[in-house]
């Protein structure tokens, strides 16, 4: 089984100029005497129709704010729904916003974002993929002489949108994650050059050089038996989204007891070893907003096709698929490829009852209320990715920050 694919790409905080026009002082939350090991986390949307300086902006305040942590910045290629779909009337940032595809390279824009706001620690989502292992430690490494330190790689094996339709191997996920992922350990601890002979990769006498003053940490992106072999051998920790690939706390702690077992088996220190989790939320106080965004088309088709990441988890639970039964999102949407018909058919077949499931939803003591339970079933890093302000109107940015702050420092346990 399948626990997630590499996660939900790239929007999960909007902010556009107006925030800062309308929004000047944000009302920021202040540490109390409460205490927590709980880390936090928001992302960024990159778009290149939106000015660079604005995600500088977004920074400073998420760092002012003491309540979060870091940011996420998502290596994407392709958007997160049909082109069909991105339209004004489901989308209103689609008149600014001409496509979701237009995203910014997320090894380009973090050392950007973190000179405005170094207290951040920058996380950075990829594939094992699209770029070649000796290209990918050197920029974990430089982005970590950059940040002294404070990078963080979430790593998948791959989406098809990201690599088919540019001609990448898109079937070499795991082979070629856990040959990065062994080389990244060899580049770490050997000094001088190295060999290394895996499945998709050779080396002989490979050197990426001994500066190694800052490390970078990396985590696995997903689930299933050969991908938690993996991770746990070589990686420094794990992320899943919460509900859609683990839908309770109990199924999360089964995972996090099998991931421990799995470490102590291989000598590894269990507690040294990070778990962390997406969490899919609608954050809004104001539940007729929430209805009517259950009604929008985005929410639904993302609802259908990553509420539950695996077709059988949506039939365990008693709900009739609104997808054909071998379809997948991570393996077969290709968002400039999608047939009008089946995008109709998702749609209609799509329930309340689906998208209710999909999401923690609420304002911000409630969603609290929902993710605490994921959070303390063994998790240390819990990142709420909001998708209504996607579907609303800019002007509502400034909000949506608010709330993020509020309810990240409810996550901490500060106020």
Known sequence: MTWMPSPPSDHQILLTASYFE??????????????????TCVGLWTNRYLPASVLADQCVILQQSGVVDGVLIPDQLAGFVPNQLWKP???????????????????????????????????????????????MVQSMLTLAHITEGKPNFQIGGGEVKQTRPFGHPYKQGMSRLSDLLQIYRKALEVEGPFDFSGRRWTFERACLGDAK?????????????????????????VAFTVPNALATPEQVSEIV?????????????PNAFRIGIWAAILLHPDQSVLERAFDNAVIKFF???????????????????????DWAYFKDFLPNDT?????????AATTPEHVAESWFTGGPD??????????????????????????????????????MTELCSILKGWS
Do not use: C
């Open 22 to 39: 309308t929004n000047a002082n944000v009302e920021l939350s202040t540490r109390t005497d409460g205490t927590t090991d709980l880390e």
């Open 89 to 135: 009337e489901h989308i209103p940032i689609a008149e600014l916003v001409r496509d979701p595809d237009s995203a910014m390279d997320a090894f380009m824009i973090a050392p950007y974002v973190y000179a405005a706001a170094p207290e951040l620690t920058m996380h950075l989502t990829t594939d094992s993929i699209r770029r070649g292992p000796a290209e």
């Open 213 to 237: 003053q800052h490390r970078p940490t990396v985590w696995g992106l997903g689930g299933g038996p050969q991908l938690m072999d993996i991770i746990t051998s070589y990686a420094d920790g």
């Open 257 to 269: 007891a099998e991931i421990r077992a799995q470490l102590e088996r291989k000598n590894r220190d």
């Open 303 to 325: 609802s259908a096709a990553m509420g539950r990441v695996d077709s059988r988890q949506w039939q365990a639970e008693g709900r009739a698929l609104p997808f054909p039964q």
């Open 339 to 347: 047939p009008d018909a089946l995008v109709h058919d998702i749609l």
């Open 366 to 403: 409630e969603i609290a209320t929902q993710i605490e339970p994921f959070a303390d079933a063994g998790v240390d890093w819990v990142m709420p990715f909001d998708y209504l302000p996607v579907v609303q109107d800019p002007t509502g940015a400034a909000a949506s920050l608010t709330w």
